[in-house]
Nanobody, 120 residues
Framework: QVQLVESGGGLVQPGGSLRLSCAAS????????MGWYRQAPGKQRELVAT???????NYADSVTGRFTISRGNAKNTVYLLMNMLKPEDTAVYYC??????????????WGQGTQVTVSS
């Protein structure tokens, strides 16, 4: 199993910045990819950004140029730096990881989510 723990959410004014962090732990053999999704009230969960082994990144059009995804040196952590935040970025942000463990083949894991609220 893989446990994902997110941190860094909170309340920020429009135009402000936040950095989300996510740490993966457990019986991990390898991590193929990590990323962030978000879900706003009344909306479906949507992709925000992903980073694949080799540091290939992918972003939703709505956050390109404002958000940056990166991995820590240990490769079991992922960060999301969010700049120029807008009210429409308000959502619960979920960390995800695609990994192989000692007991499971390649599969996706999800964190519990962290709330980001952009409001004046």
């Amino acid at each position: 199993q893989v446990q994902l723990v997110e941190s860094g959410g909170g309340l920020v004014q429009p135009g402000g910045s936040l950095r989300l962090s996510c740490a993966a732990s457990g019986s991990i053999l390898s991590i193929y990819a990590m990323g962030w999704y978000r879900q706003a009230p009344g909306k479906q969960r949507e992709l925000v950004a992903t980073i694949i082994s080799g540091d290939n990144t992918n972003y939703a059009d709505s956050v390109t140029g404002r958000f940056t995804i990166s991995r820590g040196n240990a490769k079991n952590t992922v960060y999301l730096l969010m700049n120029m935040l807008k009210p429409e970025d308000t959502a619960v942000y979920y960390c995800t990881s695609r990994a192989v463990t000692t007991t499971q083949g390649l599969r996706d894991y999800w964190g519990q989510g962290t709330q980001v609220t952009v409001s004046s």
